[in-house]
Antibody, heavy 119, light 112 residues
Framework: EVQLVESGGGLVQPGRSLRLSCAAS????????MHWVRQAPGKGLEWVSG????????GYADSVKGRFTISRDNAKNSLYLQMNSLRAEDTALYYC????????????WGQGTLVTVSS | QSALTQPASVSGSPGQSITISCTGT?????????VSWYQQHPGKAPKLMIY???KRPSGVSNRFSGSKSGNTASLTISGLQAEDEADYYC????????????FGTGTKVTVL
């Protein structure tokens, strides 16, 4: 059974940093691209960032480019999101999602970790 | 990277059919047959319902179907059921040389 478990969320002041983690199990982690998708309270989904299986290809939404860094450790079956210079508008539930290579879409999602940016 | 445009809400009676539109641009929906649709119930993670415009993952009811014309994709739910009441989001691949995806604004489906 595929499982994605996010952690690392919490309350942080504007301008500070936070690192999210996603622990994956139930599939061969290093065969698949992975993504972060966020959802502000009461709002819609927003793709944040994605990384290929070997970290050779990485992309970011314009809203986080230059502030967030995605990475992965295939030996630990883990995905990360380093978030710097956090803003109030980064407040959201952050989901980790697995990309199905054949379908080019997000076929499995975690339950999310909540990040609240507030003074 | 503007969000794809969806109607805020769509409603229908049980047994009826409804269609949700998803309008993008020639840089996303219009360029790739890589539009997906997700269903999200309150407090739950999104669930994949349609991928590659019109394909259904295993286990998804055939009451859900997708299509695309130009820069607009559509999700149709036929034989509407109470459990279909949820938020629905479209998503399109939008990157030419790197990862780039864009989601729709979301549509609340209400079963009357």
């Amino acid at each position: 059974e595929v499982q994605l478990v996010e952690s690392g969320g919490g309350l942080v002041q504007p301008g500070r940093s936070l690192r999210l983690s996603c622990a994956a199990s139930g599939f061969t982690f290093d065969d698949y691209a992975m993504h972060w998708v966020r959802q502000a309270p009461g709002k819609g989904l927003e793709w944040v960032s994605g990384i290929s299986w070997n970290s050779g290809s990485i992309g970011y939404a314009d809203s986080v480019k230059g502030r967030f860094t995605i990475s992965r450790d295939n030996a630990k079956n883990s995905l990360y999101l380093q978030m710097n210079s956090l803003r109030a508008e980064d407040t959201a539930l952050y989901y980790c999602a697995k990309e199905d290579t054949a379908m080019v879409t997000f076929d499995y999602w975690g339950q999310g970790t909540l990040v609240t940016v507030s003074s | 990277q503007s969000a794809l445009t969806q109607p805020a809400s769509v409603s229908g009676s049980p047994g009826q059919s409804i269609t949700i539109s998803c309008t993008g641009t020639s840089s996303d929906v219009g360029s790739y047959n890589l539009v997906s649709w997700y269903q999200q119930h309150p407090g739950k993670a999104p669930k994949l319902m349609i991928y590659e415009v019109s394909k259904r993952p295993s286990g998804v009811s055939n009451r859900f179907s997708g299509s695309k014309s130009g820069n607009t994709a559509s999700l149709t739910i036929s034989g509407l059921q109470a459990e279909d009441e949820a938020d629905y989001y479209c998503c399109s691949y939008a990157g030419s040389s790197t990862f780039l995806y864009v989601f729709g604004t979301g549509t609340k489906v209400t079963v009357l």
